[in-house]
C-alpha cells in the first residue's frame, strides 16, 4: 500500500509563497499523469495544475504566472510553488499521483493553505 504524505501547508499573508510537496516514502513516481488539485469551503475540487505522462504542463487560468508544478530529477516528489498568493487560494490542496507498473492513483490526504488578506 502506498502512502503518499503531503506538506508545505500553512497560513499566509496575501502576497506571500508556500512551497508544497507530496511524496510516498521509498517510491518512484510512475509515468502518467500528475497533479494538484484543491477544494475550497462550499466548493468543487478542481485543478490547479499538472504534468501529463507526455511532460506537457497545464495550469488553471486562475494560477498561470503565480503557480509551478515540478517534480525532482529523480521523480521521487512532486512540488508547488505558490507565490503571490491571494486569499482566493485558500483551499485544501490535494496532490494525485502514480505510482507502480498499472500505475494506480492515489490522493494525498490534503494540506491546508489559508491567505489572509
Known amino acids: 500500500q502506498v502512502h503518499v504524505v503531503e506538506s508545505g501547508g500553512g497560513l499566509v499573508q496575501a502576497g506571500g509563497s508556500l512551497r508544497l510537496s507530496c511524496a510516498a516514502s521509498?517510491?518512484?513516481?510512475?509515468?502518467?499523469?500528475m497533479g494538484w488539485y484543491r477544494e475550497a469551503p462550499g466548493k468543487k475540487r478542481e485543478l490547479v495544475a499538472t504534468i501529463t505522462g507526455g511532460g506537457r504542463i497545464i495550469y488553471a487560468d486562475s494560477v498561470k504566472g503565480r503557480f509551478t508544478i515540478s517534480t525532482d530529477n529523480a521523480k521521487t516528489a512532486l512540488y508547488l510553488q505558490m507565490n503571490s498568493l491571494k486569499p482566493e487560494d485558500t483551499a485544501v490542496y490535494y496532490c494525485?499521483?502514480?505510482?507502480?507498473?498499472?500505475?494506480?492513483?492515489?490522493w494525498g490526504q490534503g494540506t491546508q493553505v489559508t491567505v489572509s488578506s
Open positions: 494525485n499521483v502514480p505510482y507502480g507498473d498499472k500505475p494506480w492513483y492515489y
Open positions: 521509498g517510491s518512484t513516481l510512475a509515468i502518467g499523469d
